[in-house]
């Protein structure tokens, strides 16, 4: 069984920058495709960034592409933010698709596992 757990989440500045990390227990990342999404109050949950099980395919929301960067090492996926804005005030999820997929979804349905998200708010 897969177990995703998030942290970094905090309060920051607009311009600012935070980080996310995701840890992933219970299977490694060269076998599991891992993504980033959010969501804001009274929105639906969004697609952010992906990063592959092989590593060499990454995709980002238009809205943060730029800005966001993911990565990972050994059993856990980053995301950095930079530039944050208002409007990237969210709660981030980490989800994990639990196989080796020759196409990579960026739609929630996709995703096998979830963490419980972190908080991330960029004041004004």
């Known amino acids: 069984q897969v177990h995703v757990e998030e942290s970094g989440g905090g309060l920051v500045q607009s311009g600012g920058s935070l980080r996310v990390s995701c840890e992933v227990s219970?299977?490694?990342?060269?076998?599991?495709?891992t993504g980033w999404f959010r969501q804001a109050p009274g929105k639906e949950r969004e697609f952010v960034a992906v990063?592959?099980?092989?590593?060499?395919y990454i995709r980002y929301a238009a809205s943060v592409k730029g800005r966001f960067t993911i990565s990972r090492d050994t059993n856990v996926v980053h995301l950095q933010m930079n530039s944050l804005r208002p409007e990237d005030t969210a709660v981030y999820y980490c989800?994990?698709?639990?196989?080796?997929?020759?196409?990579?979804?960026?739609?929630?349905?996709?995703?096998?596992?979830w963490g419980q998200g972190t908080q991330v708010t960029v004041s004004s």
């Open positions: 989800a994990a698709k639990g196989a080796r997929t020759s196409s990579i979804g960026q739609s929630d349905g996709w995703y096998d596992y």
């Open positions: 219970g299977h490694t990342l060269s076998s599991l495709t």
């Open positions: 990063i592959s099980w092989s590593g060499g």
